[in-house]
């Protein structure tokens, strides 16, 4: 069954940089999606992409955060200055075209740790 | 706004016992619903949907029935197995737009 992968597993990465989170959605989708899980707390959205701009955003979804779609495959968060409270796990998606009840699938997550 | 909230956790069973997780929604008009399940360490993973009232979403022998009158989506398994130990999330969506999430219960299965 196809699957959502991401890449890397884990990130760790001091406060002030700059990460760049990698997702490839399943080929045939058209929607993609980026959510947070802050530990031991609710998944979160952050944002979704559809047609090569975004859809929809949320009030976490500040100047820090950007997503790009370079090519025909991959599907990248970026934040541009770390801070401490952006260690979560973080989660994209991606859905097909067919209807808006289809779900979302699920990456297996990066887990994003500041320092 | 749309919302989800759901039973507070951990839930603690002994194995082949019966399993329910309430679930119950804020939302305009017919929202899309959704149980998924997140196993230690891994992603979150679709297990049932319903997308109109009265559906009834199944699978893995999880069941849960879309109760508009009630605006309620529990899950609900007849027998539990060790292996169903996870953290279970309700959630809703209209028309595919952003999921909206509870915050999970916490299930351990105990033999």
């Known amino acids: 069954e196809p699957e959502v992968t991401q890449t890397p597993s884990h990130q760790v990465t001091q406060m002030g940089q700059e990460v760049i989170l990698r997702c490839v959605p399943i080929?045939?989708?058209?929607?993609f999606y980026w959510y947070r899980q802050i530990l031991g707390q609710k998944v979160e959205f952050l944002v979704s992409?559809?047609?090569?701009?975004?859809?929809?955003k949320s009030e976490i979804f500040d100047d820090q955060f950007s997503v790009e779609r370079p090519d025909g495959s991959n599907f990248t968060l970026k934040i541009r200055s770390t801070k401490l409270e952006d260690s979560a796990m973080y989660f994209c998606?991606?859905?097909?075209?067919?209807?808006?009840?289809?779900?979302?699938?699920f990456g297996d997550g990066t887990r994003l740790s500041i320092l | 706004g749309n919302s989800v909230t759901q039973m507070e956790g951990p839930v603690t069973l002994s194995e082949e016992a019966f399993l329910t997780i309430n679930c119950t929604y804020t939302?305009?008009?017919?929202?899309?619903l959704f149980w998924y399940v997140q196993y230690p360490g891994e992603g979150l993973q679709l297990l049932l949907k319903?997308?109109?009232?009265?559906d009834k979403g199944s699978n893995k022998g999880f069941e849960a029935t879309y109760r508009k009158e009630t605006t309620s989506f529990h899950l609900e398994k007849g027998s539990v197995q060790v292996s169903d130990s996870a953290v279970y999330f309700c959630?809703?969506?209209?028309?595919?737009?952003?999921?909206?999430f509870g915050k999970g219960t916490s299930l351990l299965v105990t033999p």
């Open positions: 939302a305009t008009g017919y929202p899309s």
């Open positions: 959630a809703l969506t209209h028309s595919g737009y952003a999921l909206n």
């Open positions: 998606a991606s859905r097909g075209g067919q209807g808006g009840n289809q779900p979302q699938h």
């Open positions: 319903a997308t109109k009232a009265d």
């Open positions: 992409f559809y047609n090569n701009e975004i859809s929809e």
């Open positions: 080929s045939n989708h058209l929607y």
